[in-house]
């Protein structure tokens, strides 16, 4: 079956620190993979994604790459803020499902 | 500009009390579903929906009922409540495989 695997936290990085969070998957075909991220007290919102091999997503500083031949899609930003302290989830979704499998979520904390 | 609404935001339950948590969007989103958070296990699907009148199981839909009347309402029902289903319950939607699940802002159960 599907299954997704990430770094457990929490993480505490100082601000400007650069930051990864390793993720890696197991999945029949090709799936789509995702971060989402939970700041306290909401629910999560997407913060970027991929759909094919090679593919980078991007957003807010935040950028992941999907490796195909290492199944990894890991989270990279360059200098963190203190505003980047949330919950960071991986997901993927099998091509033609609707569901998605997430994996158990990292927390980071970024202190001043 | 509601997005996915749930109520209630909290709620505390007796073992054996009946509930339901409501869950509404205003998207026109076809697909929607219920996932459960409890902390180091990440978020699991409980039930979905693809569309008014279709349902199906998720991975834990042990204790929990569900029905699509509309499209825009997505209710959970906890029929006799147990403290193992103290957890953050969240309630998404989407409308196909190219764009973002929305998640509402959850409901915290406790089950006493």
């Known amino acids: 079956g599907n299954s997704v695997t990430q770094m457990e936290g929490p993480v505490t990085l100082s601000e400007e620190a650069f930051l990864t969070i390793n993720c890696t998957y197991t999945a029949t075909g090709y799936p789509s993979l995702f971060w989402y991220v939970q700041y306290p007290g909401e629910g999560l919102q997407l913060l970027l994604k991929a759909t094919k091999a090679d593919d980078k997503g991007s957003n807010k500083g935040f950028e992941a790459t999907y490796r195909k031949e290492t199944t990894s899609f890991h989270l990279e930003k360059g200098s963190v803020q203190v505003s980047d302290s949330a919950v960071y989830f991986c997901a993927l979704r099998r091509a033609g499902s609707y569901q998605l499998t997430f994996g158990k979520g990292t927390k980071l904390s970024v202190i001043p | 500009n509601a997005g996915v609404t749930q109520t209630p935001k909290f709620q505390v339950l007796k073992t054996g009390q009946s509930m339901t948590l409501q869950c509404a969007q205003d998207?026109?989103?076809?697909?929607m579903s219920w996932y459960r958070q409890d902390p180091g296990m990440g978020l699991r699907l409980i039930h979905y929906?693809?569309?008014?009148?279709?349902?199906d199981q998720g991975e834990v839909p042990n204790g929990y009922n569900v029905s699509r009347s509309t499209t825009e309402d997505f209710p959970l029902r906890l029929l006799s409540a147990a403290p193992s289903q103290t957890s953050v319950y969240f309630c998404?939607?989407?409308?196909?495989?190219?764009?973002?699940?929305?998640f509402g802002n959850g409901t915290r159960l406790t089950v006493t």
């Open positions: 998207m026109n989103h076809e697909y």
């Open positions: 998404a939607s989407y409308q196909d495989e190219n764009s973002p699940l929305h």
């Open positions: 929906s693809v569309g008014a009148g279709i349902t």
